[in-house]
Each structure stands twice: as structure tokens, then as C-alpha cells.
């Protein structure tokens, strides 16, 4: 999952929207970015927060500057520990064609202290756009480990995995009703980045994206029953 790489499959698959949300970094952002910047691709900084309940939260920014503000701050929730290779593997960080920088020794799989409910909310006060992470899946996810939507949260936004579809998702948790559905964006591998997620937007910002999962202002989004080839306009 090197950026050179993530580009070509990007390509190759017709997106022209992606988002970097590695979990509780943000250091292999901007080579993304880089890397993307000729083929037209635009990419989202963004991080995937663990929160103390072991809930995946992705969050979506705009600016690299936001991003590592959040990164900053998220720290703060995480234990002063170093990684231990043998278990969690080398947590690298690359320039845009993959080569190596330096190697992040602090612990990064692990959760913050910070509950669902406040991840969300201060993703939200950041300006960034939190979406809960595969959560029909039986570990890490919204259902499987609070089994509720909590009060007082509001979602924009939930990701599903490839192994469902919207209806399914719907009909298995009815909280999903009514709100805006994207698939198996938690890629690791090459071969796991799909193409079934379609954006009608005026723009490819985090706003536009949570306009498209709240259906609002003529903004909307459809998960396909299949992929699709070619490139996609942004409408």
C-alpha cells in the first residue's frame, strides 16, 4: 500500500475521490497526496480513531493542517508506549513513491481513552467528518460493541463492509435508517479498494460528502450492486 501503488489502483478503478485514514496517523498523508496530484485524484487526509469502547471512527478532513492538529490532539488520548513489531508489524512512513522516511516506534494499535461519543463530537467542533467503520462487522464496530447509536450522537454517515449491501445493513441494524451508506472504504490491501461508492457533489470537500450522505441540497450517494469501470464525473 505504498502511494505510487495506491495511485495506480485508484486509477484503474476510476475513482477520482479517496481518503488516507491510517489508524491514529496521519504521516502517510500528504505523500498520497503527492503521488495523486498528476492523475487528478483528489485525496482526503484522515485517520482511523480507536476509541476506548474499541470502536472504529473514520475521520474525514480537508486540510493537512486540520489533520495534524487532530493527530496532535489524539495523541494526547494514547498510552506513552512503544510498539512492539513482533505483534503489531513496522508502523513506516514513506515519501510519494514509497520510499522508506523513518519508522513512527510509538504504539498506534491500541485505543485512545476517548469515548465514541466524544470522538464524534470533537471530529464535528475539528471540521471534520466522523463515520463510524464497518459496523456489521463483529469486532470494532459501532453494533457489535455498544450495540446502540448513543443519544445525543448524530450521524452523517456509516460505513458498511463488501460483505453486505445497504439493504441488508438496513434491515439487520433499522438504526441505519435514514442514514447515508458508504462501502468498504477500510482498505489494507490493493485488491480490497472497490468502486462501488458514487458521490453526486458539487465538489470533492467534506462538506460536500456529508452533504451526499444527508441527502441534502441535491447532494446524494448510491452504493452499486457491482463495480464500474471507467472514470466518474464529479456532478
Known sequence: ??????????????????????????????????????????????????????????????????????????????????????????QYVVDMSGEYARTNERLLQTSTDLSFDQVMHLADECGGLPIPA??????????????????????????????????????????LRGVGLVQSGDAHRLQEMINTVILTVSGRTVREVRLALLGQEGRGVVVASRHFYGKQSTK
Request: glycine share 6%.
Open 134 to 175: 464497518h459496523v456489521d462487522r463483529m469486532r470494532n464496530s459501532l453494533f457489535a460493541n455498544l450495540g446502540i447509536i448513543p443519544d445525543g450522537v448524530t450521524m452523517a454517515g456509516a460505513e458498511i463492509s463488501r460483505n453486505t449491501t445497504p439493504e441488508e445493513a438496513r434491515h439487520r441494524f433499522p438504526a
Open 1 to 90: 500500500m505504498i502511494p505510487p501503488l495506491i495511485v495506480r489502483r485508484a486509477t484503474e478503478l476510476g475513482l477520482n475521490l479517496i481518503a488516507i485514514t491510517d489508524h491514529h496517523s496521519v504521516e502517510n498523508v500528504e505523500a498520497v497526496q503527492e503521488a495523486a496530484r498528476p492523475y487528478g485524484i483528489a485525496v482526503l487526509p484522515g485517520m482511523e480513531v480507536q476509541t476506548r469502547e474499541e470502536v472504529h471512527v473514520v475521520c474525514l478532513f480537508d486540510s493537512l493542517d486540520q489533520a495534524w492538529q487532530w493527530q496532535e490532539m489524539i495523541w494526547t488520548h494514547l498510552p506513552q508506549l512503544p510498539n512492539r513489531e513482533e505483534f503489531f508489524g513496522a
